[in-house]
């Protein structure tokens, strides 16, 4: 958290400018002056960095890693970024042209050979460097109750559900059986033996609300998770035909949210999916009644391993160029939506990084590497071939950014590494400021595609953003290119574009 100088400025900018224009004075610079009376003819008008980013670099105490002209150059990216459509042009193509990119999938690739594209006619040196992928593909999904307390005889009644990624199929007709709920592991545990046996086994965990309502949408999504990923072990461990989970997700409007399941080896492989918070509020209801029976068919396939790429585009160094800061997101998303926020979002937002540079003609002293990243959504195989392709060179990544948490709103940058980070980043933060985003928050986590890089001791870091609506789309249908507000988009891209160009030109690397 940003404290000291920001807040003081907040409480009192009179004070605290007077202040500074004294501490100017003592230093002769000629920027004080022009708050009061035009400069004298001799000297230059005010070109350099504003005031304010002067006032920001000084109020947070100690030596800048910055001079006050990088300090400038930062402004203006910040500035260009707000103005600039390119991240929510490429976006659109991304989304509304290429469509979903689930990993090795013919969208995937096209988006891959996209997005090289448009790097190399930005001038960047660009590599597709290989990994293989898991190739999920989903199939036919349906569910229905076919008896349950009360019913209409005669009738049955839709259930709203998605398979989870990596799940295997029912039979091809589907699978009859009774329904049993429970709300977490200790219920399951509770249960007697024999319980779930033959049985669909629901996950019935519900996504805190309130907790993202206040902005920790993060941390209701991990409370939830954990019985998307391995609810399907612990039911196949009980003997369950299939494991239903609450989808993971805020929102009101039945529907499921998809994402990655896990199997073990020993646990008979079961099949599973997510239904709505409706449907599991519904099956929690009826099963309390009484006997429920279902039907559900689930037809994916697993498909032999793809080889796929991550889309590596280097914006050369002048002084280190072997030296680089990585800023990235990754380039497949789930299928039922066209992955806008997730995470069409972070890839284009990296992109605009590499194209203001272009734009303002800036070449830092490191280089600035994009990544897009492939197959985040199902187990990260693009980093992991990453950090085994660079595992000799990892003393020369001096920074890794990622964006995965959406496009709305940022208020600042997480860190992960060194707690000198945050009073190193002080004068970014006061760049950023002007568009609301003067945060510092020390997070173990940073993005799953840097976090070896993190384990390693690279110091990594993200946009914070505001999280309260993100997972209400998150890997449903609705992840679409409308959900984009294009301010909040530049906002995201300013914070990544500025972030780069400090880690990447700073005399000094980040501490770590
Ligand atoms: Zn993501």
């Not at 007077?18 to 002769?28: R, Y």
């Not at 000297?43 to 030596?63: E, Q, T, V, W, Y």
């Not at 990216?77 to 979903?100: F, Q, S």
């Not at 998770?225 to 461990?237: D, K, L």
């Amino acid at each position: 958290m940003l404290t000291s100088g920001m807040e003081t400025l907040r409480k009192a900018p009179e004070a605290a400018l007077l202040a500074v224009c004294v501490a100017f004075a003592l230093l002769a610079a000629p920027v004080c002056r022009a708050q009061n009376a035009p400069p004298p003819s001799s000297m230059p008008a005010a070109a350099g960095p504003s005031i304010m980013d002067r006032l920001n670099a000084m109020m947070a105490g100690g030596p800048s890693a910055w001079t006050p002209e990088q300090v400038a150059t930062m402004a203006k990216l910040r500035d260009a970024a707000m103005k600039d459509p390119y991240a929510v042009n490429e976006l659109r193509h991304l989304t509304d042209n290429i469509g979903p990119r689930l990993a090795g999938g013919p969208q995937a690739q096209q988006a891959v050979e996209y997005v090289a594209a448009e790097m190399r006619a930005l001038g960047a040196e660009v590599t597709l460097e290989k990994a293989m992928v898991p190739h999920w593909v989903r199939g036919a999904e349906t569910g229905e109750l076919v008896a349950w307390p009360g019913m209409t005889p005669g009738t049955k009644q839709k259930i709203v559900l998605t398979a989870l990624g990596g799940s295997v199929a029912t039979p091809a007709d589907g699978l009859t059986a009774e329904v049993v709920v429970v709300d977490n592991w200790d219920q399951l545990r509770a249960l007697p033996p024999g319980a779930v046996k033959g049985k669909i086994l629901l996950f019935n965990h519900p996504f805190d609300k309130e907790l993202a309502a206040v902005g920790n949408g993060l941390m209701a999504y991990v409370g939830g998770v954990v019985y998307r990923g391995a609810g399907p072990i612990a039911g196949g461990a009980v003997g369950a035909v299939a494991v239903l989970v609450r989808s993971v997700g805020g929102a009101d409007y039945r529907l499921p949210h998809t994402g990655m399941t896990e199997y073990a080896p020993g646990v008979e492989k079961i099949p599973a999916a997510a239904v709505t918070a409706e449907d599991a509020d519904l099956l929690a209801d009826l099963t309390a009644q009484g006997p429920v029976t279902m039907h559900l068919t689930l037809t994916p396939q697993t498909l032999p391993d793809a080889q796929s790429y991550n889309v590596i585009a280097d914006w050369k160094g002048t002084e280190h160029p072997e030296q680089v800061v990585i800023v990235s997101g990754h380039l497949d998303s789930w299928d039922l939506g066209t992955g806008a926020i997730d995470d069409g979002a972070g890839v284009v937002v990296s992109m605009q990084a590499i194209h203001l540079l272009k734009e303002l003609g800036i070449r830092p002293r490191r280089t600035v590497r994009f990544i897009a990243w492939m197959c985040e959504e199902q187990g990260s195989q693009g980093a992991a071939q990453y950090m085994v392709d660079h595992a000799g060179d990892v003393a020369n990544h001096t920074g890794a950014i990622e964006t995965d948490l959406g496009a709305d709103h940022p208020t600042g940058i997480y860190y992960a590494g060194k707690p000198a980070l945050g009073g190193w980043l002080r004068p970014v933060a006061g760049v950023l400021d002007a568009i609301g985003a003067p945060t510092l928050n020390a997070s173990e986590d940073t993005g799953e595609d840097i976090d070896g890089l993190t384990a390693k001791g690279v110091p990594s870091f993200a946009p914070v953003q505001d999280s309260r609506f993100y997972f209400n789309y998150h890997h449903t249908a609705a992840d679409t290119f409308d959900k984009i507000d294009p301010k909040h988009l530049n906002e995201n891209a300013a914070v990544v574009t500025v972030l780069a160009y400090a880690l990447a030109d700073a005399k000094d690397a980040a501490p770590r």
